[in-house]
């Protein structure tokens, strides 16, 4: 468009977001809906990360991890789902441009944190898995601290990005952005600017936003699959399996929802559909992921409550052994990497894993070598 018909075009300060849809006898269910989704995310979450941070038991690598998780998409949920209720509850469905562009850079910063979340504890649960000897070196707080921050970086600086070159858009009408929060492909419809180069540029960066991040999980898992299916014993599988489980399950409800969302066709007949796609990617994920990740603390509060059997079992052995420099110790099932106080007679004993060797994969059926500092 040539600079004179820009000029007499108006360019708009505020849009408007139409929603889940226009029906006045929806709205009150809708916000009930949703404010119960909200509600139990960040009750879920908040409690996942309080019960992380507060038991020594779960400090590990993929608990850390899960930490984080759990804190990207408290505040996921909080830059779309706050909105939407607003706007049930006072039918002020306006949002202005910068308002706009502001709830986009976020949900575009979380959204690509959390596909390089989701591969670096893939490439957690790989190690774990399949190379069990190098687990403890390659996967030491340095790195977590590493990969977790390179994660929330890298969202942040593709989501900016991408945020300027559409905020640098000419949006002159309509005003009606058929979506229920600032979403890119609805954004760019109302632009009268060019936006053939932002097309481009935002496919090339899809590569570094999404594919690699998931084809890097994908291959971290065909390895892990490999791994366990070459365990001779059931039992054996089950057990190697049950430590990623509820990752897998994550990533597959992620990445499953995610392609539909964006390969799903933005036509008339069926926008109504990739809204509904949308608000289960977007806000029904962030509800059932902690679902997902409280299956694995169930069974961790399992482990829990055999710790006193397993402290009193250290307990005699700490006395038998205390003049040693360190023991030989096999157990199933135990928490690895952990550090554990315990008091023998009037000694203050910290035990800490020197040296994990595993029977094949399996990271839950290990002989522990256990130094006294």
Request: proline residues 4%.
């Given at each position: 468009?040539?600079?004179?018909?820009?000029d007499?075009?108006?360019?708009?300060?505020?849009?408007?977001?139409?929603?889940l849809g226009?029906a006045?006898?929806?709205?009150t269910?809708?916000?009930?809906?949703?404010?119960?989704?909200y509600?139990?995310?960040?009750?879920?979450?908040?409690?996942?990360?309080?019960?992380?941070?507060t038991?020594?038991?779960?400090?590990?690598?993929?608990?850390?991890?899960?930490v984080?998780?759990?804190?990207?998409?408290t505040?996921?949920?909080?830059?779309?789902?706050?909105?939407?209720?607003a706007?049930?509850?006072?039918?002020?469905?306006?949002?202005?441009?910068?308002?706009?562009m502001a709830?986009?850079?976020?949900?575009?910063t979380?959204?690509t944190?959390?596909?390089?979340?989701?591969?670096?504890?893939?490439y957690?649960?790989y190690?774990?898995?399949?190379?069990?000897?190098?687990?403890?070196?390659?996967?030491?707080?340095?790195?977590c601290?590493q990969?977790v921050?390179?994660?929330w970086?890298?969202?942040?600086?593709?989501?900016?990005?991408i945020?300027?070159?559409?905020?640098?858009?000419r949006?002159?009408?309509?005003?009606?952005?058929?979506?229920f929060f600032?979403?890119?492909?609805p954004?760019?419809?109302?632009?009268?600017?060019?936006?053939?180069?932002?097309r481009?540029?935002i496919?090339?960066?899809?590569?570094?936003?999404?594919?690699?991040?998931?084809?890097?999980t994908l291959?971290?898992?065909?390895?892990?699959?490999?791994?366990?299916?070459?365990i001779?014993?059931?039992?054996?599988r089950?057990k190697?399996?049950?430590?990623?489980?509820?990752?897998?399950?994550?990533?597959?409800?992620?990445?499953g929802?995610l392609i539909?969302?964006?390969?799903?066709p933005?036509t008339?007949?069926?926008r109504q559909l990739n809204?509904?796609?949308f608000?289960?990617?977007?806000?029904?994920?962030?509800?059932?992921?902690?679902l997902?990740?409280?299956?694995?603390?169930?069974?961790?509060?399992?482990?829990?409550?055999?710790?006193?059997?397993?402290?009193?079992?250290?307990?005699?052995?700490?006395?038998?052994?205390?003049?040693?420099?360190?023991m030989?110790?096999?157990?199933?099932?135990?928490?690895?990497?952990?550090?554990?106080?315990?008091?023998a007679?009037?000694?203050?004993?910290k035990?800490?894993?020197?040296?994990i060797?595993?029977?094949?994969?399996?990271?839950?059926?290990?002989?522990?070598f256990?130094?006294?500092?």
């Amino acid at each position: 468009m040539e600079r004179g018909e820009w000029d007499n075009q108006t360019v708009l300060m505020e849009f408007l977001l139409l929603g889940l849809g226009d029906a006045h006898e929806f709205q009150t269910p809708f916000f009930l809906l949703c404010l119960t989704i909200y509600t139990v995310t960040m009750v879920e979450n908040i409690l996942i990360i309080v019960l992380v941070v507060t038991d020594p038991h779960l400090h590990t690598p993929m608990y850390f991890f899960l930490v984080n998780l759990s804190s990207l998409e408290t505040c996921y949920s909080s830059t779309i789902l706050p909105r939407l209720l607003a706007s049930f509850l006072t039918g002020d469905r306006t949002i202005s441009v910068q308002g706009c562009m502001a709830q986009f850079f976020f949900y575009g910063t979380f959204a690509t944190s959390e596909c390089y979340l989701l591969a670096v504890t893939s490439y957690d649960r790989y190690l774990a898995i399949c190379q069990p000897l190098l687990y403890a070196s390659l996967m030491n707080w340095k790195v977590c601290l590493q990969t977790v921050a390179g994660s929330w970086v890298a969202g942040l600086l593709i989501s900016t990005g991408i945020t300027s070159f559409i905020s640098h858009q000419r949006f002159c009408g309509p005003s009606a952005i058929d979506h229920f929060f600032c979403e890119e492909a609805p954004l760019l419809e109302l632009s009268c600017s060019d936006t053939g180069m932002i097309r481009i540029l935002i496919i090339i960066l899809s590569f570094p936003d999404i594919v690699f991040p998931f084809l890097f999980t994908l291959a971290s898992y065909v390895c892990i699959i490999a791994a366990i299916l070459r365990i001779p014993s059931s039992t054996g599988r089950h057990k190697a399996f049950s430590t990623c489980s509820s990752h897998f399950t994550m990533v597959i409800v992620f990445y499953g929802t995610l392609i539909i969302v964006y390969m799903l066709p933005r036509t008339a007949p069926l926008r109504q559909l990739n809204k509904m796609f949308f608000f289960f990617y977007t806000v029904l994920t962030l509800l059932i992921n902690p679902l997902i990740y409280s299956l694995r603390n169930r069974e961790v509060k399992g482990a829990l409550r055999c710790c006193d059997t397993r402290r009193s079992l250290f307990h005699h052995l700490l006395i038998y052994a205390e003049s040693r420099l360190h023991m030989e110790l096999v157990l199933d099932d135990y928490p690895y990497r952990q550090t554990v106080e315990l008091q023998a007679g009037e000694m203050e004993f910290k035990v800490s894993k020197g040296l994990i060797l595993l029977q094949g994969p399996v990271t839950v059926a290990s002989i522990v070598f256990i130094q006294f500092e």
